[in-house]
């Protein structure tokens, strides 16, 4: 794609063309030539929407919750932008998308724009797309933007933590569902959403749910410390006041499929974005997002320079078959490779 | 797998429009399209025109296969064109039509810019060799 293409193509999203925007989260998802110059050229239009993430356990009724979420936010005037991210089959790499089938409310309304995000087994390369993605719709003028995925691992959990608010879903009676988030996605979730709470084990999960927060905002509560408990170190006295504007997680009840709730959730979420921009924490929070990002491109863009660099002397598998007849080993040839990239850095220093 | 090498993939939006319920087809057809290593993006049964366009033209797809059994093809097919040249997405997106159509309104539909109407007992494997085929390359 000629820079003049792109060129029309950032300025015909930023003219609210609904085709380009499409198009631009293509060329970033497909990581096609240019794509690097398209999300440059769209970063000094980012930086006003809220982004919210939602994830959970496949069938809590998270494409539902997004659906209703963003009906919500369209009668209150505003334009939302949703992402949802779906597993692909590492065999094929072919994916069925099935989350929009779930966006009824919304048919027909094109301030609604619905994306769907196949993991095209991106080796952690699929955070940088959804959050590449999140800035296109951000600078095309989104006020809300939600990205939706399946919480079940780390790569989850990375796309996530690109929003300002994570918000979890849990299914009631999932007691045991409950004790598996506690170890990665438990901790991220800024709102916790039992949804179906029509149901009749709602209210224990939701007691179950707030039971872990109290937990995880006093870590030494779970611990039977009897008499060889410890006096508390005093770091933790200086930290009181931070500790004092800590967002304690939220537990809201929702049915989905019925809206009902939703009302609330959107004002536990505004609560929380409020909380974020009072306390300073949502400029530290972008801040901290895009040295992330900074080093990821790097980490990415490094390991490409080496990838090359190791083609072009034949290639991973002489090494390692040199490295199996012990004539070398690992820690030997990860130095060589590496060795003109380090002297070429330090000559360059001033 | 590096950064900036391409990660294409041909992506499809599987469409069942209008008051037609027999979604096995569709259904078969996105898991043959899926196994074959295309993303599919499946609009769920009774779409009108309207949100077929939407999706098309938000998912950018390369691929519009339309499923229609209810014989309404030559009132629904139409309108969704129409819809896609609205929003520029009509130029590169490869349309194609599974379902019971009449020879005579085969010819309509190809007039009208479908690609490939595939009737009942088509092989996957034709389908899926004529959608590799015919999809449009982008810059």
Known sequence: MS???????????????????????TKIENRSPGYRDVVSALHEHTGDADVIG?????????????????????????????IAVDPSSPFTGGAVLGDRIRMASNVGDMEVFFRSMSARGQLGGLSTATADAVKALDAFGKDKVIIETVGAGQNEVDIVRTADTVTVLVQPGSGDDVQMLKAGILEIGDVFVVNKADM?????????????????????????????????????????????????????????????????????????????????????KARMRYAEEIRQLLREDTAQLLEAELDRRGGVESYAAAVYDRETDPYTVADELIEPLADCVEERRD | MSADQEQRAIRCLVAKVGLDGHD????????????????VIYSGLHRAPDEIVQAAVQEDVDVL???????????????????????????????????????????KLRELGVAEIFGPGTPMKQTIEFVRENVHERT
């Open chain 1, 200 to 284: 009749p084990s709602a209210d224990r999960t939701v007691a179950e749910l707030e039971e872990m927060i109290h937990m995880r905002n006093d870590p030494t509560a779970n611990l039977d410390l009897g008499h060889h408990g410890f006096e508390e170190p005093e770091v933790a006295v200086e930290d009181e006041e931070e500790e004092n504007d800590r967002w304690t997680p939220q537990v809201v009840k929702t049915v989905a499929k019925d809206g009902e709730g939703v009302e609330n959730l959107v004002d536990v979420l505004a609560e929380h974005r409020n909380y974020l921009e009072e306390t300073g924490r949502l400029a530290a």
């Open chain 2, 65 to 107: 296969g339309i499923s229609i059994l209810s014989g309404a093809h030559n009132t629904l097919v139409p309108k969704v064109i129409e819809g896609l040249k609205e929003y520029d997405a009509f130029e590169d997106t490869l349309i194609i039509v599974g379902g019971i159509v009449p020879d005579d309104d085969k010819a």
């Open chain 1, 3 to 25: 820079r003049a293409a792109q060129r029309e193509l950032v300025e015909e999203l930023l003219d609210g063309k609904h085709r380009a925007l499409a198009r631009v989260i």
């Open chain 2, 24 to 39: 096995r087809g569709a259904h078969v057809i996105a898991r043959a399209f899926r196994d074959a290593g295309f993303e």
């Open chain 1, 54 to 82: 939602i994830t959970g356990s496949p069938g809590a009724g998270k494409s539902t919750l997004v659906d209703k979420l963003a009906r919500t936010y369209r009668d209150a005037g505003l334009t939302v932008g949703v």
